[in-house]
């Protein structure tokens, strides 16, 4: 209502918005009476305005002053409105106060009537709870009444009548109790309604009378419970009757031995106040201890008596509390005689602790008296020692002080704890005893003050030698500054021929002046941190430190002068320098003068059409680089020189600039020569490049157009093309080497554009050679497998199409031991190929694959039909795929070996053939290519193994079985199947985590001899909650063992569990941790689990090392002991990297042996390469045989160390010498022949090429065929000239031709081997 009354009276200027909701009631009528005098709401612009009766256009404009009229009229009545609405409100509250007011008087007037009536009724409830307490009382009287004859004594006469009394009384009890508790029970309702009660003038009266009930209710309950009991009290007094006479009897016993221990203290308490001397030991023990037998018989007599007199009653109390008093009287007549017994013997204690007391003082004493006498020195009257005796005097006196410091801290010390003692002791002993040794300890604070004392005068004394000593340094240190002064004074004065001999005087002083004000420096220092840790007064702190602080200030002083020199000195050596910097520069720039002299006159001399002479161009470099060296030396110095330094440098700067023109002059002189010479280097290098593109014209038109070229051209075109190579190279390294001089622009451009021809050139042969030799191989790959097809296929003679090659080459031999070229041509010639090769590709072949004839086994490999499987392809036992069956799956690069013909499936289109695979000799039919020719096989070289190692050729595979023979290193083996892979004792791990320490890792279960190291138990628990072990299973008698922590593994006891009383259950463990067994509860009385079974748990049987990786090579992280367990995460497997064998089936190729060889890790049998290493120097001979004394031998040449050659067929015995040779071709110039790869049984001669190093090899010789793509620059002879090989030199080589060099006898080479060979063995010794 508010907020639309202060909307209403809002100014129409001040764009009001009207609140949410209906207004009032009353403001509602007086919005309506404002709409029909016209003012409508405030719109958008924040107005009233009146409505619009009749159209805008028609509407009469209004002036200002109505307009003003109209707004106050608004506000009169906004404000009329606001009025009454603040009176109707004011009136409303006003209202609804008076109601309130009203109706709480009302309220309250019928809450007091209320409780008056409630006080009034429980009022009346009070005389009836007042009656039946007075009852309750009345009973009770009436029961102590009935009991009254069981106070009398328990004779036979009044027997009857007291077991009557018991039986009426214990009746009377329980009817009591009834009443008493009915009453109790109204009581306590009654309290209940009172407190309901709220307020009222009688409720406090009526909380007292209630309360007075209630203590008179406890009474009588109080006077009942004593007789609850009547029936047992009367027979405990009557019991207690019977046992009144034999304790009065016992306790008379005591009695007579108690007055008997009394007797025997009294002679001691006699002489307690004269000399304990006069006692003896034995008296004083004998009384204690017929005292401690008298007390000992008392106490349980009087502890017995007090015994059976709790709960008595009656007479009989009475009787049991005389006897009580009596053995009380007994009791303290022993404990006065002992206390007699034992103040006499702490007097006998105290009189040793006091006489080591004085004893102690008097030696105390004696020990102040001697330091007392090392201060002597200084009570002589002398006021200044001499340092040293000072100095030790000072020592004695702080040596005695301190050794009497020590002797009255533990003189004090042994009377303090004596005090304590004696304080033990009985108290007169004790009082007496303890104020001797407070006087014998008074005595010895005052020495111990008296020391402190002297202490303190040798501290002053030693400030005072420390001050002396002080003092004494700084005057040596100011002698040797003066003497410094006076040397500084003469330095000033000295001319430049003296100047260092001053200054190296001067010098001296200052190391001496500084070593003195060093040791002054550290002198104070030292002497200050001295004087800090003293003790003494303030006067005497004060004084010392101020003589300190004077003698800081002279020794800063002495600093200072020392600062001074510094400078001075710094300055004579500036000095010293500039002059000798100078005489250096001078003497270069004459050596240069003098050069630059000699070279202008040499320079007429020179030619003018030559190269100036070398050692004239290398002067004029060098004395540049002097000139150019000395002249960036001045030009830097003078950008930091000052005064004579910068003048003189100025001097030698412009003579430097004066020796450059001249040698300018010369240069020109030089540059003109080299210019005619570059002209030179131009005409050879533009010749070199003429050639070479010459030689590269023919190839390049071979190569666009290869199907044009003869076949057996082919290689003739390789070599002129890498001898066309070759020649760019060369041409490309002399413009690389033109290009390296200094020349002119011209020059250089000339240069730039042959490079770019050679560029060009070295591309277009490259290409032309990548081009023929791919046409080439794609050529000889073709016709090769056109030849090796046809031959093949004559060989096919045998039953279902089998090879039968000893039959082939029986015929092409014709009786011989080896096929030529020649026969084979003839063979082709006759029966041709099958194919459409031409001559040229089948006389090509023949070339490459019989080079220098086939020898038997030769044919046999080169015929051998294998194949590699290139992709996974099953192989059947029928030719037929909808009926065959599957065998096994061949794997990628499995190789396996034709067993007849390649046969077409008519209806798929595939080429498929009878195979054996060599890896496990299974046998079968393979796709070898589909319709759509996709290749599952392609062909392979017969495979051969190579024995790095003895080894020995078995009949089976068993390694147990007979030995064949003894394989030896070198030989060659035909594989026939294998290799099967064999691990040898592989080790078992798994992978987990130790229960001990969490160490996780990789344990091994299984060495390699197969024996278990952990087996996994399945009586293995983990503990969920921590929890005791107990020795045993009973909670009550049982004890901890230690504490099972959370996650910790237990090892379950057979036959040991057990279920409580209390409930839950126990089991009987072993702890994996330490090994300890006992008690554990898995599941709580509650049902609670602390110990849960667990699975995949292993326990050491032995030592078992946990591993950080699955490999062999890993390492251990630690060592689990026999019995530690281990969680396992997974199952067991076997390390990886540990020893295999590898079994092969194999024909030695030496005498053609079948067997089975077993292989280690090791390597003894690897993979056969044609490709062998020369190891050793060895001749290359024409034949085989090596033994002159069967055939002459003709040498070939000799093969040098780590020489490569291809070995056509493995190698062989030679049966006249005994030696396993090979028939080879070397690399290097294509020689063929025969050579050694082992003599006898000695070192190998030659070997395969490993895997890595067959990759290596033809890495190597790819980059050779294509040549170097940027050439270095060869080194240079005489003639400037590269050294590269020439045309002639290489001429020749790479295609087959054999060396020039001439023929010599087998002997003469070898004897020159050994020679060579001896010869070199001699050097490594005396190099060694």
């Known amino acids: 209502m508010s907020s639309w009354s202060s909307w209403a009276g809002q100014s129409a200027t001040e764009s009001p918005k009207p609140p949410q909701g209906l207004p009032p009631v009353g403001l509602r009528a007086k919005i309506a009476t404002l709409r029909q005098q016209g003012v409508k709401r405030p719109s958008d612009t924040g107005s009233f305005s009146p409505l619009k009766q009749e159209p805008v256009k028609q509407e009469p404009v209004e002036s200002p002053a109505d307009n003003s009229a109209r707004q106050a009229k608004i506000r009169a009545l906004a404000e009329k409105i606001r009025s009454e609405s603040r009176q109707s409100r004011e009136e409303s509250a006003q209202q609804k106060k008076q109601q309130e007011a009203d109706k709480q008087a009302a309220l309250t007037e019928q809450s007091k009537k209320k409780v008056e009536e409630e006080l009034l009724r429980v009022e009346n409830l009070i005389p009836g709870l007042e009656e039946k307490v007075v009852s309750a009382e009345d009973e009770t009287e009436r029961i102590a009444i009935l009991a009254a004859p069981l106070s009398m004594e328990a004779v036979e006469d009044l027997k009857e009548v007291q077991a009557q009394a018991i039986r009426d009384t214990e009746r009377a009890v329980k009817a009591t109790k009834i009443h008493l508790d009915g009453a109790v029970r109204e009581l ?662 019989v080079p220098h004839g086939l020898t038997r086994r030769a044919f046999d490999a080169l015929l051998a039909d294998y194949y590699s499987v290139a992709r996974d392809i099953a192989i059947t036992d029928d030719f037929e795929i909808q009926s065959a069956k599957k065998v096994r799956k061949l794997e990628v690069g499995e190789l396996v070996e034709a067993r007849g013909a390649v046969q077409i499936h008519e209806t798929l289109g595939l080429e498929r053939v009878m195979c054996f695979a060599v890896l496990d000799g299974a046998s079968g039919w393979v796709t070898v290519r589909t319709k759509a020719g996709v290749s599952y096989l392609t062909s392979a070289p017969k495979p051969f193994l190579y024995c790095t190692q003895d080894v020995s050729l078995r009949r089976s595979a068993d390694s147990e079985t007979d030995c064949v023979r003894q394989l030896h290193a070198g030989e060659a083996l035909e594989l026939l199947q294998g290799p099967e892979h064999e691990r040898l004792g592989s080790e078992k791990r798994l992978r987990g985590i130790a229960c001990s320490d969490e160490s996780s890792g990789w344990l091994q279960v299984q060495n390699s001899d197969g024996a278990t190291m952990a087996e996994e138990r399945n009586n293995m628990f983990k503990c969920t909650e921590a929890i005791a072990m107990t020795d045993v299973e009973d909670f009550d008698s049982c004890s901890m063992v230690r504490r099972v922590d959370v996650g910790e593994a237990l090892e379950l006891l057979p036959g040991s569990e057990a279920n409580p009383d209390s409930g839950g259950t126990r089991m009987k463990f072993r702890a994996c941790r330490d090994g300890l067994e006992g008690w554990v509860t898995t599941r709580g009385s509650q049902g609670k689990v602390y110990a849960q079974p667990v699975k995949r748990h292993f326990v050491c049987i032995q030592a078992c090392p946990l591993h950080a990786g699955l490999g062999a090579e890993s390492s251990v992280v630690r060592v689990l002991m026999p019995g530690e367990a281990f969680e396992a995460f997974e199952d067991p497997k076997e390390v990886t990297g540990g020893l295999k064998r590898d079994t092969y089936k194999v024909r030695a190729v030496r005498d053609g042996a079948d067997g089975w060889v077993v292989a280690q890790t090791a390597g003894e049998i690897v993979q056969w390469s044609k490709t062998y290493k020369v190891l050793k120097t060895v001749p290359l001979t024409k034949s085989q045989p090596a033994n002159e004394a069967a055939e002459v031998v003709e040498v070939v040449r000799v093969l040098e160390p780590d020489e490569l050659v291809d070995v056509s067929e493995p190698p062989t015995e030679d049966r006249s010498s005994g030696q396993l040779r090979a028939r080879c071709v070397a690399q290097k110039d294509q020689s063929a022949g025969w050579a050694t790869v082992r003599d006898g049984l000695s070192s190998l001669h030659m070997r395969p090429l490993t895997e890595a190093e067959l990759i290596e090899a033809k890495a190597l010789t790819a980059a050779e065929d294509r040549g170097a793509a940027a050439p270095t620059t060869p080194p240079l002879d005489k003639s400037g000239k590269g050294k590269g090989k020439s045309k002639t030199a290489s001429k020749g080589k790479g295609r087959g031709q054999a060396s020039n060099a001439p023929k010599r006898p087998f002997v003469e080479v070898k004897q020159e081997m050994e020679q060579s060979s001896w010869q070199r063995s001699s050097k490594r010794y005396r190099s060694s």
């Open 188 to 849: 306590e309702k009654i309290k209940r309604e009172v407190q309901a009660i709220q307020g009222g003038a009688g409720k406090t009266k009526l909380v007292a009378e209630l309360a007075k009930l209630d203590e008179r209710l406890q009474a009588a309950r109080a006077k009942v419970d004593e007789h609850k009991n009547v029936r047992k009290d009367h027979e405990a007094a009557t019991q207690a009757e019977k046992t009144l006479a034999e304790l009065s009897g016992r306790l008379a016993g005591v009695e007579m031995e108690c007055e008997k221990a009394v007797m025997m203290a009294e002679p001691i308490a006699k002489v307690l106040g004269s000399d304990l001397q006069e006692l003896g030991a034995a008296d004083i023990r004998e009384a204690k201890e017929a005292l401690r037998v008298a007390q000992a018989t008392l106490a349980p007599t009087l502890r017995l008596i007090i015994g059976k007199s709790a709960g008595l009653k009656g007479p009989v109390l009475q009787k049991m509390l005389d006897l009580q008093s009596r053995a009380e009287e007994s009791k303290n007549q022993l404990e006065r005689a002992q206390q007699t017994v034992e103040e006499a013997q702490s007097g006998a204690a105290a009189q040793p602790i006091l006489k080591q007391a004085k004893e102690r003082l008097a030696a105390v004493e004696e020990i102040l008296e001697r330091m007392r006498e090392t201060e002597a020195p200084f009570l002589m009257g002398i006021e200044t020692l001499p340092a040293d005796e000072s100095t030790e005097a000072l020592d004695k006196m702080d040596t005695a002080a301190k050794l009497a410091m020590s002797a009255l801290l533990d003189s004090n010390k042994y009377v303090s704890l004596k005090i304590v003692e004696v304080g033990r002791l009985s108290e007169a002993t004790a009082s007496s005893a303890r104020q001797e040794l407070e006087k014998v300890k008074k005595q010895i604070d005052d020495h111990v003050q008296r020391v402190r004392k002297f202490q303190a005068e040798a501290s002053k004394r030693r400030r005072v030698h420390l001050v002396v000593g002080i003092k004494h340094s700084v005057e040596v240190a100011e002698a040797a500054i003066q003497k410094l002064q006076e040397l500084s004074g003469e330095l000033r004065k000295a001319t430049a021929e003296n100047l260092a001999e001053a200054l190296e005087k001067a010098r001296a002083a200052d190391v001496e002046a500084q070593s003195a004000v060093t040791a002054a420096r550290r002198e104070v220092q030292d002497k200050q941190q001295d004087m800090r840790q003293q003790e003494g007064g303030q006067a005497e702190t004060l004084k010392g430190d101020s003589e300190v602080l004077r003698s800081k200030v002279r020794v800063n002083s002495m600093e200072a002068e020392l600062n001074k020199f510094k400078r001075l000195a710094g300055e004579a050596d500036e000095k010293i320098k500039v002059q000798k910097s100078l005489h250096d520069l001078f003497q270069v720039l004459a050596s240069a003068d003098a050069d630059i002299q000699r070279l202008s006159e040499a320079s007429k001399q020179w030619p003018a059409n030559q190269k100036p002479p070398a050692e004239d161009d290398q002067a004029v470099t060098a004395v540049q680089g002097t000139l150019s060296g000395a002249t960036s030396q001045v030009e830097k110095k003078i950008q930091a020189a000052r005064g004579l330094e910068l003048k003189e440098l100025k001097t030698v700067l412009g003579r430097l600039q004066k020796a450059q023109k001249a040698l300018d002059t010369v240069k020109e002189a030089v540059r003109e020569r080299n210019r005619s010479e570059s002209k030179g280097l131009v005409q050879e290098a533009s010749a070199a490049v003429q050639k070479a593109e010459q030689m590269l014209g023919p190839i390049v038109k071979a190569a666009a157009a290869p199907a044009n070229e003869p076949v057996l051209r082919f290689p003739d075109l390789l070599a002129e093309g890498k001898d066309a190579l070759q020649s760019m190279s060369q041409a490309t390294e002399l413009v690389a080497a033109g290009q390296a001089k200094q020349l002119m622009l011209e020059v250089k451009v000339e240069f730039a554009r042959l490079q770019m021809r050679c560029k060009t050139g070295m591309r277009k042969i490259k290409t032309a050679l990548s081009e023929l030799s791919s046409y080439h191989e794609n050529t000889v790959s073709q016709s090769t497998a056109a030849v090796l097809d046809a031959l093949r296929t004559a060989a096919r003679r045998g039953e279902g199409g089998a090879y039968v090659p000893e039959e082939l080459f029986t015929e092409l031999a014709s009786g011989s031991e080896m096929i030529s070229e020649k026969q084979l041509s003839d063979f082709f010639a006759t029966y041709g190929t099958g194919s459409q090769l031409s001559d040229e590709q089948v006389q090509l072949v023949m070339r490459l694959l």
